[in-house]
């Protein structure tokens, strides 16, 4: 009995390894041009006090000082920007007498992968959570 | 290393590998982890590494230092780094090698953490977590077990009560 359940252990650890030498895929949608831009979107939550948010996003850490642009919105939005840079934003709000600044940060990235001996190219998106925790 | 080298050779033939996954959750945050260590068949005990970490980061409200009407909000990744130990006791035992119980379990270890987007960072020390459940184990090698889950975190609107489930597999000897 354990030999077959010891058996069944390895097969869940193969599987989930990933034992699969083939290297072309041609499912696979690949695109050959490398992309020039990725998306960073930045999302808020607006509520009566604070019907337009402002917000203000950085190269690096907030602390770095590299402010890469500012913008005033009411939902969620995407902007076009450089690829493989993290980038970090903030968001501010007034809470009755108080203030609460919402910080977050991501990197856009380029990834490569090869398939069937082309390099395939995606973007992994950014993205700023900058609304108010519930 | 050391404490395999001073146990005697009979001690030696009831050790077996011990190897785990585990979740745990609330309404406010989720961890998963992984352990690997010891298990001390003839007295059910086992001790283990474990690293664990908060499924994505959590929005947390932290106060300025400088001035109580400005508050920061952070999305906090955090990890855990300790070791546990595990006490089994049997209550029933079922079928072929089969067993139905009670185990209790203490970890002791070092948490920290990241703010995404920034360079301030969260508090870091010393935390334990504690943690009490039925469990199955089957063939002598496979325990599932879920139960109550004691983590006291910095974080005030983080409950420290949460659910637990977790997986182990005992691999080798006897």
Redesign the interface.
């Known amino acids: 009995?354990?030999t077959y359940?010891?058996a069944i252990?390895f097969g869940i650890l193969a599987i989930v390894s990933g034992c699969n030498s083939d290297d072309c895929d041609t499912s696979f949608s690949c695109e050959t041009v490398a992309p020039t831009y990725g998306t960073l979107t930045v999302s808020v939550t607006p509520n009566d006090q604070n019907p337009l948010v402002p917000i203000a996003v950085y190269i690096g850490?907030?602390?770095d000082s590299s402010l890469y642009f500012v913008d005033t919105i009411f939902q969620s939005t995407e902007y076009y920007v450089d690829l493989d840079v993290t980038?970090?934003?903030?968001a501010t709000y007034r809470?009755g007498?108080?203030?609460?600044?919402?910080?977050?940060?991501?990197r856009v990235r380029l990834k490569e992968e090869q398939n069937c001996e082309l390099t395939c190219y995606t973007v992994k998106n950014g993205f700023?959570?900058l609304g108010?925790?519930p | 290393m050391v404490l395999f080298g001073i146990l005697t050779p009979q001690m030696k033939a009831q050790i077996q590998g011990d190897f785990g996954v585990h979740t745990s959750f609330n309404g406010r945050d989720i961890n998963w982890g992984l352990q690997a260590g010891i298990a001390f068949q003839h007295l059910d005990l086992s001790l283990r590494g474990d690293f664990s970490n908060r499924m994505g980061p959590k929005r947390v409200l932290v106060e300025s230092a400088n001035n109580p009407n400005l508050l920061y909000q952070y999305r906090e990744a955090r990890y855990y780094l300790g070791i546990e130990a595990e006490k089994r006791f049997t209550v029933m035992e079922f079928g072929n090698d089969h067993r139905f119980g009670a185990c209790a379990a203490l970890w002791g270890g070092y948490s920290f953490g990241d703010y995404k987007g920034t360079s301030v960072a969260p508090d870091d020390g010393f935390s334990i977590r504690g943690r009490v459940a039925p469990f199955v184990q089957f063939d002598e090698q496979f325990t599932i077990k879920g139960g109550y889950e004691y983590l006291p975190l910095k974080v005030e609107d983080i409950s420290a009560h949460r659910f637990f489930i977790g997986f182990t597999a005992n691999i080798g000897n006897p």
């Open positions: 009995m354990k359940t010891s252990l850490d907030i602390e980038y970090s934003g903030s809470d007498s108080k203030t609460i600044i919402a910080i977050d940060g991501d700023l959570q108010l925790k």
